[in-house]
C-alpha cells in the first residue's frame, strides 16, 4: 500500500518560485558524486557478522527519511512530502540482469535484513515485470537505489525518460575499498525539489550514520 502523504504550503515554503521555476525543465534531475567514508561501517559489520550490503541499503533508507527533503515528490504538478517510502533496490539475478526488489520501511535494522533476504529470493524467481513491480513502480513514495559493486566509479548518469518521474531521488553506491576505506555514491535529486546545498546535507547525514553504525544497527 502506499504511504500517505502531505501537501506543502507554497505560501510558506522558501523554495516554491524554485519550484515554479524548475518543474517544467526538459531534464531537470542533477547528479552529484562523492566518496564516502565506509571504514567503521565495514569493520562494524564484519565484528558483528553482518552484511555490508544490507547494513549501508539500511542506513539509506534511514537516513533519507530522517532528512525531509528526501521526501520531497511531485504529485499533480504539486509539490508534497512523504514521511515514509518505499525502497526499490536492483537486485542481481543468476543470468546476470538485474531485477528490482522492494523494502518497505522498517525501524529494526534485523527485521529489514531479514526482509531483504526474501525480497532478493523472490526477485530472483521472478521476471522483471513482477507483480510487485506493477504494484510499486509508477507511485511516489519510493525511492530507487542501485549498487555497483564492481566499480570504484566517480561519474555516474542514469538512462531518463519523459513520462512523470514524481521528483523521485536516485541512488547508486559502488564499489568498497578495503585500502581506503572509501566507497563512491552518486546522487540524482529534481532541481525543482532540492538545490546543491540540500544534497550535500543529506550526503552528511548518511555519513554520520556510517561512522555511528552501533547506534542505528
Given at each position: 500500500?502506499?504511504y500517505?502523504?502531505?501537501?506543502?504550503?507554497?505560501?510558506q515554503?522558501p523554495?516554491a518560485?524554485?519550484?515554479?521555476?524548475?518543474?517544467d525543465?526538459?531534464q531537470?534531475?542533477?547528479?552529484?558524486c562523492?566518496?564516502?567514508d565506509?571504514?567503521l561501517?565495514?569493520?562494524?559489520?564484519?565484528a558483528?557478522?553482518l552484511?555490508?550490503?544490507?547494513?549501508?541499503?539500511?542506513?539509506v533508507?534511514?537516513?533519507a527519511?530522517q532528512?525531509?527533503?528526501?521526501?520531497?515528490?511531485?504529485?499533480?504538478d504539486?509539490?508534497v512530502h512523504?514521511?515514509?517510502?518505499?525502497?526499490?533496490?536492483?537486485?542481481?539475478?543468476?543470468?546476470?540482469?538485474?531485477?528490482?526488489?522492494y523494502l518497505?520501511?522498517?525501524p529494526?535494522?534485523?527485521?529489514?535484513?531479514?526482509r531483504?533476504?526474501?525480497?532478493?529470493?523472490r526477485?530472483?524467481?521472478e521476471?522483471?515485470?513482477s507483480?510487485?513491480?506493477?504494484?510499486?513502480?509508477?507511485?511516489a513514495d519510493?525511492?530507487h537505489v542501485s549498487?555497483l559493486?564492481?566499480?570504484?566509479f566517480?561519474?555516474?548518469?542514469?538512462?531518463t525518460c519523459?513520462?512523470?518521474?514524481?521528483?523521485?531521488?536516485?541512488?547508486?553506491?559502488?564499489q568498497?575499498?578495503?585500502v581506503?576505506?572509501c566507497?563512491?555514491l552518486?546522487l540524482?535529486?529534481?532541481?525543482?525539489?532540492?538545490?546543491?546545498?540540500?544534497?550535500?546535507?543529506?550526503?552528511?547525514?548518511?555519513?554520520?550514520?556510517?561512522h555511528?553504525?552501533?547506534?542505528?544497527?
Amino acid at each position: 500500500m502506499p504511504y500517505p502523504s502531505t501537501q506543502v504550503d507554497l505560501q510558506q515554503w522558501p523554495r516554491a518560485q524554485h519550484f515554479a521555476f524548475f518543474k517544467d525543465f526538459q531534464q531537470p534531475y542533477f547528479n552529484v558524486c562523492v566518496r564516502l567514508d565506509a571504514r567503521l561501517l565495514f569493520a562494524y559489520c564484519q565484528a558483528q557478522a553482518l552484511s555490508f550490503f544490507s547494513a549501508y541499503i539500511y542506513l539509506v533508507h534511514k537516513s533519507a527519511q530522517q532528512y525531509w527533503p528526501m521526501g520531497l515528490r511531485i504529485v499533480d504538478d504539486q509539490p508534497v512530502h512523504y514521511q515514509q517510502v518505499t525502497m526499490s533496490v536492483v537486485q542481481l539475478a543468476e543470468d546476470d540482469s538485474f531485477r528490482f526488489s522492494y523494502l518497505d520501511d522498517t525501524p529494526c535494522y534485523t527485521t529489514y535484513a531479514q526482509r531483504m533476504r526474501e525480497e532478493k529470493a523472490r526477485a530472483a524467481c521472478e521476471p522483471l515485470f513482477s507483480e510487485a513491480f506493477a504494484h510499486t513502480e509508477g507511485r511516489a513514495d519510493v525511492l530507487h537505489v542501485s549498487v555497483l559493486p564492481w566499480l570504484q566509479f566517480s561519474g555516474f548518469s542514469h538512462a531518463t525518460c519523459l513520462g512523470a518521474t514524481h521528483g523521485i531521488p536516485k541512488v547508486v553506491l559502488g564499489q568498497y575499498d578495503k585500502v581506503s576505506g572509501c566507497m563512491p555514491l552518486a546522487l540524482d535529486v529534481h532541481h525543482a525539489l532540492m538545490d546543491g546545498l540540500h544534497s550535500a546535507k543529506y550526503i552528511q547525514v548518511l555519513q554520520t550514520m556510517m561512522h555511528n553504525p552501533s547506534d542505528y544497527l
